[in-house]
């Protein structure tokens, strides 16, 4: 949003102050000090986390579901400037809006779940998010093949997506915290971070490549698939 009305320049010094206000934030919360465990050997330490992840039935179905939205992420994060810039001819400042969209259906989403998430449980909500993008990039491509694409279009279709993303990954926490005793969630939780990396890392190129060879139709379904 600040894009619209300010340089680049000028938005990286306004992130260098985010940041610095995020890490007193951080120093200034009360983390809980688990009893130290066991001692382990370094293959132990190492793999800990994610051998937990891989054999729990419901963080499995985590992983997928943190699959899905790398992939509706990427689309956004990776081919939004292709789109807006390139396909649409539209300025910087459209960019930062569209950009915006997304972002702000994620904010929607964070604040309202906690009073969804006191009347439903996790499942349903996170697989609704993960249906919610699958439909939207679904709808996405069928317009763009019915009508082409237009700026108002991709910011419903952007604002979507960013409700369906934090409606998967916001309720997440919870399931980790219910998947492990309290000396295993370090790793459990290193294992979240290092598993869904992983999803990016397969679906950042794959976006990418799929605009770039087939177009913005194949790209959205394959994302979608």
């Known amino acids: 949003l600040l894009l619209a009305v300010m340089s680049y320049n000028s938005l990286f010094l306004g992130t260098v102050l985010s940041f610095a206000a995020s890490a007193l934030m951080v120093v200034s919360v ?14 132990d ?23 899905a939205a790398a ?8 081919n939004t400037v292709v789109l807006v810039r390139g396909s649409l001819g539209l300025s910087e400042s459209a960019l930062a809006w569209t950009m915006f969209a997304f972002g702000a259906g994620s904010m929607i989403a964070a604040l309202v779940l906690p009073r969804v998430l006191d009347a439903l449980p996790d499942r349903p909500v996170m ?12 709808g996405l491509a069928l317009t763009v093949l019915g009508a082409g694409l237009g700026w108002s279009i991709l910011l419903t279709a952007w604002l979507l997506v960013g409700l369906g993303y934090s409606a998967v990954l916001t309720p997440s926490g919870r399931l980790l915290r219910r998947s492990a005793h309290a000396g295993d969630r ?8 290092a598993l869904s990396h992983a999803c990016w890392l397969v679906t950042y ?3 990418g490549w799929l605009l770039t ?7 959205l379904i394959g994302l979608a698939l």
């Open 186 to 193: 370090p790793a459990l939780f290193a294992a979240q971070f």
């Open 127 to 138: 697989f609704g998010g993960a249906a919610l993008m699958v439909a939207t990039l679904v």
């Open 213 to 219: 060879v087939y177009g913005v139709v194949p790209a």
């Open 30 to 43: 009360v983390l809980p000090s688990p009893r130290p465990s066991e001692p382990r050997g370094v293959y």
């Open 45 to 67: 330490r190492t793999t800990r986390g994610i051998r937990i992840y891989l054999a729990t039935p419901r963080l499995r179905g985590l992983l997928a579901l943190n699959l």
């Open 205 to 207: 190129p794959l976006s």
């Open 71 to 78: 992939a509706a992420g990427a689309m956004v994060l990776v």
